[in-house]
């Protein structure tokens, strides 16, 4: 036998020992992809979006700032509202001026009679603190209460970027967790630093301990949802994630952002509000008595039996028997995957950056995912600065995620990845220009929230497209780096809003410009729909070669469709398997390790969508 019939036979034997391997979307199916077990865990999700809503949103409403104020004037405190702004405050360009007052005798003025202001008088900077008018904001906030305004105003933006920071750490730290110790405990572990430090944020005094309690917020935002979110997909099959990943976000997170500006209208006080949505986290404790840990975690480390037996308690509550034989194929399956696991340990982040081509698309990605993440927090936080009531607007403007997620539903695995990410950021952009242009506060709100839901949509995208394009060796480490470097975008979000106070064009004329350009640069992406998905690194150097710029799937498709029949097996693909690919992959951004598990191809195949179903 020649030695290339050799390596033939070899090739043939191992197709025919993988052909027998049941990974565990294969396993599913006989456990229940979507039975009452998973049904339960789906809604059991209700309170890890809330969570991390609250946790992401609540402090644009303890730190609001009503659009009047002025100097407050101890000596005048007798006086009505009008008559201390008449005498007191010097009018400015736009009515009576926010931080400054007359420097002048009060008391001596009081006594001589006078009730009218000479306009010589001299002024001075704010000495005794502001009053606010309460009827745009009916509440004081921690804002108004330690005088963030004037040359105090750009607090508020200091402490939400700090915010952002603390989630960096959070995502290492708890990541870690999950990866060393399991998904329950990071859970239950990032909401209880929620329900801490959010009850803390309701004693703060300063502006320091008003940071650092934000501070450590900030680690429990994205990870007091994201566990469950993953862990309740893990258990779903295939054709069932695209509605348990989609859904889950776009009712259960859009409903909590939209109830939250009205939590805080009706208690009218900062502190019950930091409270209300703070106290709620504790609830995780209950979660492993409720929630099973992930059987895909437990595999990984070994301890196949107990995955099994958690499958078992599927069994049970859904109803269903799985065959013995095929818990045996299971068992070995894993014994294999984990040891190939092991041999590709030797790769990291940095190879991502050693050949031309892998190199230029992780610089795009990273590019693009920061400018979506700076744009898509910079819209969630302009709201208060285009002119409307703060807390109709914002939940107009949160609504937008469940229409933009049914959208990006339905078109995603026909349109492809590349030019719906394009489409969406340049619409996005042009809508976000628009209303930096336009003077009618209602117009440019519209326009505004017209540019949100197209970032939602972009956002949407970025959370899967990077996961699809870089190769499997690498992917949880890049899909790590890129979206941490998302965070260090988000840091910046706060401060292009705070340029409202140079010029009231510039949040969205900036927003706008940075969803173009990112727009035009994801053309330069390779397109990953209906493709094998990169393993090795030279998969990942070799992906979209022969692609061109100006391809588009849906015109590729229709040729196909003319040539390859049944249609039937088409539809599955664009259906099932990229959808799924997305669903399993969303919101799996900071947990190196855990990411790799799973969401790892257990074995290289011909057939391309059981290889997306695998991931």
């Known amino acids: 036998m020649t030695a290339c019939q050799k ?28 039975g009452l077990y998973q049904k339960i865990l789906f809604i059991l999700m209700i309170p890890f979006a809330s969570f991390v809503a609250w946790v992401y949103f609540s402090q644009i409403f303890i730190t609001l700032i009503p659009d009047d104020y002025w100097c407050w004037v101890p000596e005048l405190a007798n006086l009505t509202v009008d008559e201390r702004l008449s005498l007191a405050i010097p009018i400015s360009q736009g009515g009576y001026s926010s931080c400054s007052m007359y420097d002048i005798n009060y008391t001596e003025i009081l006594l001589s009679g ?12 704010c000495q005794h603190g502001w009053e606010f008018n309460y009827t745009s904001v009916p509440y004081a906030t921690v804002a108004t209460e330690l005088g963030w305004v004037c040359e105090n105003s750009a607090l508020p933006t200091t402490a939400q970027s700090i915010f952002f920071v603390g989630a960096i750490f959070g995502g290492l730290i708890f990541g870690w967790i999950a990866d060393q110790y399991g998904r329950i405990p990071a859970l239950i572990g990032a909401n209880l630093m929620g329900f801490l430090a959010g009850v803390a944020t309701a ?7 008003f940071t650092l309690c934000r501070f450590f917020v900030g680690f429990a935002f994205d990870n007091c949802f994201t566990m469950m979110y993953i862990l309740v997909l893990e258990y779903v099959g295939p054709k069932w994630r695209t509605f348990v990943a989609n859904m889950s976000i776009a009712i259960f997170f859009t409903f909590a952002a939209c109830i939250l500006p009205w939590i805080a209208y009706f208690l009218a006080d900062w502190r019950m509000t930091c409270i209300a949505t703070s106290v709620p986290l504790v609830l995780a404790v209950a979660t492993p008595w409720l929630v099973p840990e992930s059987a895909r975690w437990i595999v990984s480390q070994g301890d196949v039996d107990k995955a099994i037996t958690i499958l078992n ?8 028997k799985v065959p013995e034989d095929v818990y045996k194929r299971f068992r070995e399956t894993c014994a294999r995957i984990r040891k190939e696991e092991e041999a590709e340990k030797t790769y990291s982040v940095i190879d991502l950056f050693k050949s031309p081509r892998l190199r230029r698309i992780t610089l795009l990605f990273i590019v693009i995912w920061m400018a979506i993440s700076l744009v898509f927090d910079g819209h969630v936080r302009n709201v208060d600065n285009l002119g409307l009531n703060v807390f109709m607007t ?15 539903t339905a078109v995603l695995d ?3 990845r590349r030019w719906l990410a394009c489409g969406s950021l340049i619409v996005s952009g042009i809508f976000s220009i628009w209303a930096s242009a336009v003077s009618n506060k209602i117009h440019s709100a519209s326009l505004a929230i017209l540019g949100r839901f197209w970032i939602n949509i972009s956002y949407n995208i970025g959370l899967q497209y990077a996961a699809e394009v870089l190769p499997t060796v690498v992917r949880a480490q890049g899909v790590a780096l890129i979206h941490i470097m998302g965070y260090v975008a988000s840091i910046l979000a706060p401060f292009v809003v705070y340029l409202d106070v ?8 900036v927003l706008g410009v940075l969803g173009i350009g990112a727009g035009f640069l994801t053309l330069f992406l390779p397109e990953t729909l209906d493709k094998d998905l990169p393993q090795t690194l030279q998969d990942g150097e070799d992906f979209g070669k022969e692609q061109k710029m100006w391809d588009f799937p849906c015109i590729n498709k229709k040729c196909k469709d003319e040539e390859m029949p049944p249609a039937m097996f088409r539809s599955f693909s664009r259906g099932s398997a990229g959808a799924s690919m997305r669903a399993s992959l969303r919101g799996e951004t900071l947990r190196s390790s855990m990411i790799y ?3 790892r191809r257990s074995r290289k195949t011909s057939n391309p969508i059981t290889e997306v179903e695998r991931l």
């Open 203 to 209: 004693f703060s005094q300063s502006f320091w301990q």
């Open 414 to 416: 026909r349109w492809g």
């Open 7 to 34: 390596n033939q036979a070899n090739q043939s034997a191992k197709e025919k020992e993988e052909a027998k391997d049941m990974d565990f979307d294969e396993l599913l199916p006989y456990v229940g992809e979507f």
């Open 313 to 320: 308690k599927f069994e049970r509550i859904n109803g269903t």
């Open 394 to 408: 914002f939940t107009i403007a949160a609504a937008t995620e469940l229409p933009a997620d049914t959208f990006l």
């Open 114 to 125: 006078v009730h009218l202001p000479d306009p010589s008088w001299p002024t001075k900077a």
């Open 597 to 599: 598990r799973s969401s």
């Open 502 to 509: 140079v010029s009231s064009i510039l949040p969205l004329l």
